[in-house]
């Protein structure tokens, strides 16, 4: 594998269930990240993990649950979701140093339909 | 706070037509990075280009070029001699100096090029 892989690439779940979304880099980076992309939207940047520091949009609700075991791996973990939930889930990972930001390199994105 | 604007929703050109995306950003910092995602139908999004803020030289790759003109905040994508493989969603995207978290995209213009 590589570049950035995401399983499921598609994730059918009722309002009630539990599931979990997987990501996984191969490029040695140091920072992951979640980010949603709604129909007629621009990319909204869910949480970031950078150098073992997480970062949140204060805006996403609880119901989505981010976790980072090590640098390869990002789980985004969905309970209880809202039909307005359904988007593409996208992941990417990144190389951060100091001083420069480098470009973020995407997965393909799980397809979650809410019903 | 950083912005993204790119006015134009959908654009169709006819093949080997030259075609121009416009972008234009705001933005309070002085150093910064700009963007410019490829978004196929298959979702994932690919990295086209990144160029800092103090570097106002324009980049041609192949049928590509960008222009980026910090005295009217632009930053254009312009594909010359269109081709139907160009059909696309592409993002532009802005990020503050040193930061892994403030990638902030624009809302997408969807280009169809039509045979």
């Known amino acids: 594998e590589t570049g950035v892989t995401q399983t499921p690439r598609h994730l059918v779940m009722g309002m009630t269930n539990k599931k979990s979304l997987k990501c996984e880099q191969h490029?040695?980076?140091?920072?992951m990240y979640w980010y949603k992309q709604s129909a007629k939207k621009p990319l909204e940047l869910m949480f970031v993990?950078?150098?073992?520091?997480?970062?949140e949009n204060n805006s996403v609700p609880s119901r989505f649950s981010p976790e980072c075991p090590n640098s390869s791996h990002l789980f985004l973990h969905l309970h209880t979701l809202q039909p307005e939930d359904s988007a593409l889930y996208l992941c990417?990972?990144?190389?951060?140093?100091?001083?420069?930001?480098?470009?973020?390199?995407f997965g393909p994105g799980t397809r979650l339909t809410v019903l | 706070a950083q912005k993204v604007t790119q006015a134009q929703t959908e654009i169709s050109v006819v093949e080997k037509e030259d075609v121009t995306l416009d972008c234009v950003y705001e933005?309070?910092?002085?150093?910064?990075?700009l963007f410019w995602y490829k978004q196929p139908p298959s979702g994932e999004l690919v990295f086209l280009i990144r160029?800092?803020?103090?570097?106002?030289q324009n980049e041609i790759s192949g049928r590509y070029s960008w222009n980026f003109q910090k005295s009217t905040s632009s930053f254009n994508f312009t594909i010359t001699a269109s081709q139907v493989v160009d059909s696309a969603v592409y993002f532009c995207?802005?990020?503050?100096?040193?930061?892994?978290?403030?990638?902030?995209f624009g809302s997408g213009t969807q280009l169809t090029v039509l045979p």
């Open positions: 933005t309070r910092d002085t150093t910064y990075y």
């Open positions: 993990y950078s150098l073992e520091e997480r970062v």
């Open positions: 990417a990972s990144s190389q951060v140093a100091s001083g420069g930001t480098n470009e973020q390199f």
């Open positions: 160029r800092n803020s103090f570097d106002e």
């Open positions: 490029l040695g980076h140091n920072a």
């Open positions: 995207a802005l990020s503050e100096w040193g930061s892994a978290r403030q990638l902030t």
